[in-house]
C-alpha cells in the first residue's frame, strides 16, 4: 500500500454523487481544499431522476445553474398523482401553490446530470478521483486517514483534517460503525427501466411526472426526453417475494393490470429495463461524529414516491460542507453547527416523512384524490412536495389542518367519500 504523507487534504468527500460533488464545490467556495474519491466512472447511471422545484436554491448558490439549464432537460412544471384505475388523479401545478417560490424544475437523466455537478466542483479546484473505492478509513485525533483502492495503482492511503461520507446507499461510513436502521414496516423493492413510445402528457403538462397508486405498490413515469420515459414500479418486498417470479414478470403484470399505465405503454419499446433496488429505507443512527459528516443518501433515505432524494442530498450537502468548513477554521473536530446540521438534516426529511407514511394508507389518498383547496389547503400541500421544507406558520397550520383530516377519515369520521384505491 502507498501512503502518501505529501498533502493533508481539509476535507475527503467519499463518493461524488449530488451530495458528494455538492458539498465540494461548496468546500472550494469556501477556499478549502478537496479530494473526491468517486467508486465509478462518471458519466454513470444512476436512478433519481425527477427534481423538485426547490432544488434551484442550491444549483444558484453553487453557480451550477447556466449549466444545467444550457443542457436543455426537460422542464417539469407539475407533478400528477393519478389512480391505479383512471378514475381519478390530483395535478399539483408548481406554478399555482400561492406558497411556492420556484415554479418549476426538471427531470434528467442522472449520468448527464451528476457529470454536471461533479465537473463543476473539478473546474472550482476540487482533485476528484473516479474509479477509486474507499475500503476504509480511520478517525484519529488530529485528523483522518483514508484507504482507497484503484485498478492502476493498488491500494494507497491519503489523509485529511476532515471526512465527508457522500456515499450514497453505498452508506459506507455508517455500515462500517453499525449506525444503520432500517424503517419498519417500509421494506420496499423497485423494478425500473428506460422505454421509448410511452403515450405521456402533452402541452404544458409535458414534462409532468406521473405517480400511479395502486392498491399497495405504486409505480413513476418520468419523461426524460422526447421520446425516452423512466417507468419504475415500487411494491413491498414481503408481496414481491409472496409472487414468486423474476422481477421484470413482476413489473409486467403490473403493467397489464394498471389501465394507467397499460394504456400508455401500448406501444412502449425497451431501452433499458430489469433494474432492481432493494433496501434503500433507512436511517442512521448519527449522522456527526469527530471529524466526520455524512450528507445525501449516507445519512439516510426513505422513499422515492415525492422525488425528494437528490434535493435533500444537495442541501445536506451543502450545509454539510458549511458546518465542516467553520469547524475547520475554528480548529475544532466537533461543533455545535455539526450537531444543529444533524437536527435539521432530520427536521427535512421529516417533512417530507409525514407525506410518505401516510400516502401508502388509504385514508391519505382518499383525501389526496378528493382533494380541496379550502382554506388553501392543497397550496400548502404544493409547496411541500415542491421541495419547501422551511415552511412559514401559514404552511404549517394548513398541513397540521390535512393531516388531522387524514386521521379524522381513519378514526371513521366522514370527512370525505371513502373511495376504493386501486
Ligand atoms: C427507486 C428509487 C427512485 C428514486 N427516484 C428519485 C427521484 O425521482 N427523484 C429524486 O430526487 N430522488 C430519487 N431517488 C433518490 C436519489 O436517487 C438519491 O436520493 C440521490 O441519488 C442521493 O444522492 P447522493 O449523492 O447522496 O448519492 P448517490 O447519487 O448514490 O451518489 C453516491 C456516490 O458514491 C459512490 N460510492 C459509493 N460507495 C463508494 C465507495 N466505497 N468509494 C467511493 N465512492 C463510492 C457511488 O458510486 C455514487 O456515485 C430515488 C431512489 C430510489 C431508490
Not at 460533488?21 to 461548496?26: D, H, I, R, V
Not at 473505492?133 to 478517525?139: G, K, P, S
Not at 421494506?187 to 403538462?205: D, P, T
Not at 392498491?215 to 418520468?222: R, T
Amino acid at each position: 500500500m502507498h501512503r502518501d504523507m505529501s498533502k493533508t487534504w481539509d476535507v475527503i468527500i467519499i463518493g461524488g454523487g449530488p451530495a458528494g460533488s455538492t458539498a465540494a464545490s461548496t468546500l472550494r467556495q469556501a477556499g478549502r481544499s478537496v479530494l473526491v474519491l468517486e467508486k465509478a466512472k462518471f458519466p454513470r447511471f444512476h436512478i433519481g431522476e425527477s427534481l423538485l422545484p426547490y432544488n434551484r436554491a442550491v444549483f444558484d448558490e453553487l453557480g451550477v445553474w447556466s449549466k444545467i439549464q444550457s443542457a436543455g432537460f426537460m422542464v417539469k412544471r407539475g407533478a400528477q398523482f393519478w389512480m391505479g384505475d383512471g378514475s381519478r388523479r390530483t395535478r399539483l401545478d408548481f406554478s399555482k401553490g400561492s406558497f411556492t417560490k420556484f415554479p418549476e424544475s426538471i427531470q434528467v437523466e442522472r449520468a448527464k446530470f451528476d457529470n454536471i455537478l461533479l465537473r463543476h466542483a473539478e473546474e472550482l479546484g476540487a482533485d476528484v478521483r473516479e474509479e477509486a473505492i474507499v475500503t476504509d478509513y480511520r478517525v484519529e485525533k488530529d485528523g483522518v486517514a483514508v484507504k482507497y483502492r484503484t485498478q492502476d495503482s493498488g491500494e494507497q492511503e491519503v489523509q485529511a483534517k476532515f471526512l465527508m461520507d457522500a456515499s450514497g446507499l453505498g452508506n459506507v461510513t455508517a455500515n462500517k460503525e453499525g449506525l444503520r436502521d432500517y424503517y419498519p414496516g417500509h421494506k420496499k423493492l423497485a423494478i425500473f427501466g428506460h422505454y421509448s413510445g410511452v403515450q405521456m402528457s402533452e402541452g404544458e403538462e409535458k414534462g409532468d411526472i406521473l405517480v400511479i397508486r395502486r392498491e399497495n405498490s405504486w409505480f413513476w413515469m418520468i419523461p426524460l426526453e422526447d421520446d425516452k420515459v423512466s417507468v419504475g414500479l415500487v411494491i413491498d418486498q414481503a408481496d414481491f417475494k409472496a409472487l414468486q417470479q423474476e422481477p421484470q414478470q413482476v413489473f409486467d403484470d403490473a403493467v397489464a393490470s394498471t389501465k394507467t399505465v397499460h394504456e400508455r405503454m401500448l406501444n412502449a419499446k425497451v431501452i433499458t429495463q430489469g433494474h432492481v433496488l432493494t433496501d434503500f429505507s433507512y436511517t442512521n443512527r448519527k449522522l456527526v461524529s469527530n471529524r466526520l459528516v455524512r450528507v445525501g443518501d449516507a445519512s439516510g433515505f426513505i422513499d422515492p414516491v415525492f422525488s425528494s432524494g437528490v434535493m435533500l442530498a444537495m442541501t445536506s450537502g451543502r450545509e454539510g460542507a458549511q458546518v465542516v468548513h467553520a469547524a475547520i477554521a475554528a480548529s475544532k473536530s466537533l461543533t455545535f453547527a455539526m450537531r444543529r446540521y444533524e437536527w435539521a438534516t432530520r427536521r427535512r426529511v421529516s417533512r417530507f416523512w409525514q407525506f410518505i407514511e401516510n400516502f401508502y394508507t388509504k385514508p391519505f389518498a382518499q383525501l389526496f384524490f378528493q382533494p380541496t383547496n379550502k382554506h388553501r389547503i392543497l397550496c400548502a400541500i404544493n409547496t411541500s412536495l415542491a421541495g419547501n421544507t422551511q415552511m412559514s406558520f401559514g404552511v404549517w397550520w394548513r398541513l397540521r389542518l390535512f393531516f388531522t383530516l387524514v386521521w379524522l377519515q381513519k378514526k371513521g369520521l366522514p370527512v370525505t367519500e371513502r373511495i376504493s384505491i386501486q
